[in-house]
């Protein structure tokens, strides 16, 4: 049984928020699962971590999870769409910042027969004071329906870098072609996969790159579907997919799994968001299958 299938099951015991969301416990977290007649998704409400989305129409999720995660206090999650902030990578530690290994709050949830919609909420509270000692405001706005629309929205007195670390499900890496990317980018690897066409990526080896001129509307084709991702107010989109080796050597990550997903994350990492206290700073992005 894949693990999208047990976190919806969780749910034939979880407490009723509306008709179509429930919130229930899988592993250690508490989870927000939505089963609409548009799609079916989980929240984590750790790191407010959309874990996967699949629409009614489709017979495997568009947004991905792995198999082999774990579901434990404080420790990320692989897959879904990890939320990167106040830091991406390595700027500081953990890795990929705080805001995905602590807990938010649900501020609200909402549905109607175009979906579901969820505002999840983070400030400076004691579990964050020993990661960032400053006020800050951050929330995360989902709707999940026929679409997938995610939108977070920052404040505070310092500058941040971020990411919306979205995971693709594909049905085959070796067929798949992300379009639109542009001609600039950051090589993060020593092993260089240069991109056959500009603008465009396939994938024979990791890849690890940081594109800083992308089109807006970016598609992601396996040969089975083509997913849209429509980005607002980012400067960058980090393309990633560990290949054989770094697969075997991550313990949350399934040998044969970097067959089945790729990473192509809405970021503002290049051009870091200098954020105000009494002032929103928000960016995200718009999945549909075209």
């Known amino acids: ?17 509306s008709p179509s969301i429930k919130q229930s ?11 609409h007649s548009t799609c079916c998704a989980a929240v984590a409400l750790q790191g407010a971590h959309l874990l996967f989305w699949q629409p009614s129409t489709e017979q495997t999720p568009v947004v991905w999870l792995s198999n082999k995660t774990n579901f434990k206090k404080g420790v990320a999650i692989r897959g879904g769409v990890p939320v990167c902030w106040p830091w991406f990578g390595q700027l500081g530690n953990p890795s990929h910042g705080f805001a995905r290994i602590v807990e938010w709050t ?4 909402k549905e109607d027969e175009q979906g579901v919609t969820l505002v999840l909420s983070l400030t400076n509270n004691p579990q964050t004071e020993s990661y960032c ?4 405001s951050v929330s995360l706005n989902l709707h ?9 929205s920052c404040s505070a007195d310092f500058d941040v870098t971020s990411a919306l670390h979205t995971y693709f499900g594909v049905d085959n890496i070796d067929s798949v072609v992300v379009k639109g990317l542009g001609e600039a980018y ?24 940081i594109y800083t001129n992308a089109s807006n509307q970016i598609t992601v084709t396996d040969g089975t579907r083509t997913i849209q991702l429509t980005n607002t107010n980012v400067s960058d989109i980090v393309t990633w997919n560990p290949w054989i ?9 399934g040998d044969d799994e970097y067959k089945s997903m790729v990473c192509v994350e809405a970021g503002c990492i290049t051009k870091p968001l200098k954020l105000l ?10 999945i549909e299958l075209i």
């Open 245 to 253: 080796n770094k697969a075997k050597s991550m313990g949350d990550f």
């Open 277 to 286: 206290p009494n002032k929103k700073s928000t960016y995200g992005f718009k």
């Open 25 to 35: 416990i899988y592993g250690e977290l508490p989870i927000l699962v939505i089963n």
């Open 1 to 17: 049984m894949s693990i999208c299938k047990e976190i919806l099951d969780s749910s034939l015991s979880g407490v009723s928020l």
């Open 133 to 136: 000692s400053k006020p800050f």
């Open 186 to 209: 950051q090589e993060r690897l020593a092993a260089e996969n240069k991109p056959a066409t500009v603008g465009q990526l396939t994938f024979n080896q990791e890849v690890d790159r």
């Open 106 to 109: 649900l501020d609200s949830c």
């Open 144 to 152: 999940l329906g026929k679409t997938c629309e995610v939108s977070l």
